[in-house]
C-alpha cells in the first residue's frame, strides 16, 4: 500500500473517530439531538454540582432555557442535554473553541482578549470583584489588606485586578494564586491566607453555604472591579449566538427572569440591584 493511500486512510478514521464537522453547533444538534453544556463545579450561585450530584445554578438554568428555544427551533421531538465539568478559565474556553462544548454555562467575564479566542452572548449578569476574611481577623476597610495574604483563582479577572491594586496603592499584598474557589475557601477557613479575593455573586454562593455565615464572614462594602457576565460561545458561529440570544431575550421579556433570579440570588442574600434589572430591560430584545 503506498503511503499516500495509508495517510488518506488515516484521516478517515481521525475524522470518523471525532465526528464530522458542522458549520454551526445547530447543524450538529440537529443530526445528533444532543445539547452539550460545559460548567463550572464550583461556583454557587451560578453554577455548581448539588447533594445529588446533577449541575445546577443561575446559568445553567439559562442554558436549559437556551437548549429548550433550539429543539423548539429545529422542530426537534426532544433534546439531550449533557454537562462537563470545566474547573480553570483556560480550560473553559478551550473546550468552547475546540467545540468539545456548544457553550459555556458559569461565571463568565466578557472581557476583549477573550472575544479574541471565543463569543458571548447577551449579558446575564452583573457583579464586580471584593475580598472576603474571617470575622475574627478584622479586615473592614481596603487599607486592612495592606501586608496580609489573599487568595485568588488565577487566570481570572480578579488576579488582575488584585495586582493592579497592589501597584496603584503600593500595598504590601502576598497573592497567592490557587485553581478553585473551593480551594480559596479551604485555605481562608484554616487560616493559610486572611482574605479569599472573587467576584462577589461568587463570595455569596461561597459563604451561604455556611450554616453560621454571618457570624464566620465579612466582605469588604468596596466593590474593586466591574464584571458584566455572559455564556461562552463559538467564535464567528453566529447562527447559533443569535438562537440562544433570542432564548435570553424572550426570558428577559417576561416575568419568569426574575423568578429565577429570586431562586438563585434574593435567598443567597442578593436581592436584584438596579444594574441587573436594568440590564434585563435592556436587553429583551424583541423579534
Known amino acids: 500500500m503506498s503511503r499516500l493511500v495509508v495517510l488518506v486512510a488515516a484521516l478517515f478514521a481521525a ?14 444538534i440537529a443530526a445528533t ?18 447533594r445529588n450530584g446533577e449541575a445546577v445554578g443561575y446559568s445553567v438554568d439559562l442554558c436549559r432555557r437556551i437548549a429548550s428555544g433550539i429543539r ?39 472581557t476583549l482578549a477573550r472575544r479574541e479566542r471565543v463569543d458571548f452572548t447577551l449579558m446575564i449578569f ?15 476597610d481596603v487599607a486592612d489588606l495592606d501586608g496580609k495574604r489573599v487568595a485568588v483563582i488565577a ?12 501597584a496603584v496603592n503600593e500595598f504590601d499584598i502576598e497573592i497567592q494564586l490557587i485553581a478553585t474557589h473551593d480551594e480559596g475557601m479551604e485555605l481562608l477557613n484554616r487560616g493559610s491566607v486572611d482574605g479569599y479575593a472573587s467576584d462577589r455573586a461568587m463570595l455569596l454562593g461561597q459563604v451561604f453555604r455556611s450554616e ?7 466582605m469588604l462594602g468596596t466593590v474593586l472591579s466591574f464584571e458584566p457576565y455572559a455564556l461562552v460561545v463559538p467564535r464567528g458561529d453566529s447562527r447559533f449566538r443569535l438562537s440562544a440570544d433570542r432564548a435570553l431575550a424572550q426570558l428577559y421579556r417576561s416575568v419568569a427572569i426574575r ?9 443567597f442574600g442578593e436581592p ?10 435592556f436587553q429583551a430584545v424583541g423579534e
Open 15 to 28: 475524522s470518523s473517530a471525532y465526528g464530522e464537522e458542522y458549520e454551526s453547533n445547530l447543524d450538529r
Open 72 to 110: 423548539d427551533e429545529l422542530g426537534l421531538e426532544n433534546i439531550e442535554i449533557t454537562f462537563t465539568p470545566l474547573v480553570s478559565m483556560q480550560e473553559r474556553l478551550s473546550a468552547v473553541e475546540e467545540r468539545r462544548v456548544d457553550i459555556e454555562c458559569g461565571a463568565t467575564t466578557v
Open 155 to 166: 487566570g481570572t479577572t480578579t488576579e488582575d485586578t488584585i495586582r493592579e491594586f497592589v
Open 126 to 140: 452583573i457583579t464586580g470583584s471584593t475580598v472576603l476574611s474571617r470575622r475574627s481577623d478584622g479586615i473592614d
Open 212 to 218: 453560621n455565615a454571618a457570624e464566620e464572614y465579612t
Open 33 to 50: 439531538g444532543e445539547f452539550r453544556i460545559g460548567f463550572v463545579p464550583d461556583a454557587p450561585p451560578l453554577s455548581f454540582v448539588d
Open 272 to 281: 436584584l440591584s438596579p444594574i441587573v434589572e436594568a440590564m434585563y430591560q
Open 259 to 267: 423568578r429565577l433570579y429570586d431562586r438563585w440570588f434574593t435567598r
